[in-house]
């Protein structure tokens, strides 16, 4: 594949193929009867397809591959703070619960809604990404570039995970959510940091290449740093200033601002019922006597009845 120059034009089929099949897969769905969804959330999701169409594929893409630092820093930005979000609340809330059901899926969902958690595994992902290897390396491979690529999106989506009320399970409080968003624009982009004050190029592949529009790779690499940074604390700081403000109307009038639904309800019945299971089938093993156990229909477990 030739990189003479980042304007000429370069089909990404494999991006247009699965961009298209999630959103005829969405069109499917969004046909049940009880997964029908609003025009704001049908918006919702074509916006969360546009921008991953915008981020992998031309001329970002290949801007972001083998040509500018800022070009590959744009890229992430659309694939961990927007495209995420856009996704999941154009999704019916019903499907939601339905693909987050099963257990590994669920078990992911409930560990990565601690704030500690996702900020952890945002920051780990977005530096080992970040790499002077790692950029090398997805400059040189697809399979790597597609590697990278996948990752960011996983980081975007925990990265949003304990604030979208969309996830069913339990979740921080307002304040705490608004808390965990500051954290998250400060932690994970602390190479931003370095790019700004670095004074030599940090990656091979950037420096190789001609300068776009005349900007040098110290320059680019410098210009980087403030767009990974200001978009980073716009965004975040932006979404924790708007959950703060509608807890203090919802409280103003007297309301609940993180009220219990009944998704998430329903979803930590089921979690008691698989705990439940496990130590019947655990006391089985071990030969304990199932009269022993609590009984689910006897008062032993929580049905939606006794809430």
Do not use: N
Not at 222 to 229: I, P
Not at 260 to 270: A, I
Not at 286 to 304: I, Y
Request: glycine share 8%; aromatic share 8%.
């Amino acid at each position: 594949m030739s990189h003479a120059s980042p304007w000429s034009f370069e089909p990404h089929v494999i991006t247009w193929v699965l961009v298209a099949a999630t959103g005829i897969a969405y069109a499917v769905i969004v046909r049940r009867p009880s997964w029908v969804v609003s025009r704001t959330q049908l918006a919702s999701f074509s916006g969360g397809l546009a921008v991953l169409f915008v981020a992998l594929t031309w001329p970002l893409a290949d801007i972001a591959m083998h040509w500018s630092l800022t070009g590959l820093v744009c890229q992430r930005l659309l694939l961990v703070l927007a495209a995420p979000p856009l996704l999941v609340t154009g999704l019916p809330q019903p499907a939601i619960a339905s693909f987050t059901r099963p257990l590994v899926v669920d078990s992911l969902l409930r560990i990565c809604r601690k704030p500690a958690i996702a900020t952890a595994i945002v920051t780990v992902i977005a530096v080992a990404t970040l790499s002077t290897p790692a950029v090398d390396a997805q400059a040189s491979s697809l399979a790597v570039r597609a590697v990278c690529d996948g990752a960011l999106l996983f980081a975007g989506f925990v990265l949003w995970m304990p604030v979208l009320t969309r996830f069913p399970g339990p979740r921080p409080s307002s304040l705490g959510r608004a808390g965990y968003l500051v954290v998250q624009s400060i932690v994970p982009s602390f190479l931003a940091v370095v790019w700004i004050f670095a004074r030599h190029p940090l990656y091979p592949v950037f420096a190789r290449t001609p300068p776009i529009f005349g900007v040098s790779a110290v320059l680019d690499q410098q210009l980087a740093g403030f767009v990974a940074k200001l978009a980073t604390i716009g965004v975040l700081w932006s979404v924790a200033f708007v959950t703060l403000a509608r807890a203090q109307r919802v409280t103003a009038v007297g309301g609940d601002p993180d009220p219990l639904l009944w998704s998430d309800v329903e979803r930590e019945l089921e979690r008691i019922e698989r705990a439940t299971r496990r130590t019947r089938t655990g006391g089985r093993r071990h030969g304990v006597d199932d009269s022993k156990l609590p009984d689910d229909d006897h008062g032993g477990g929580m049905d939606a009845s006794g809430i």
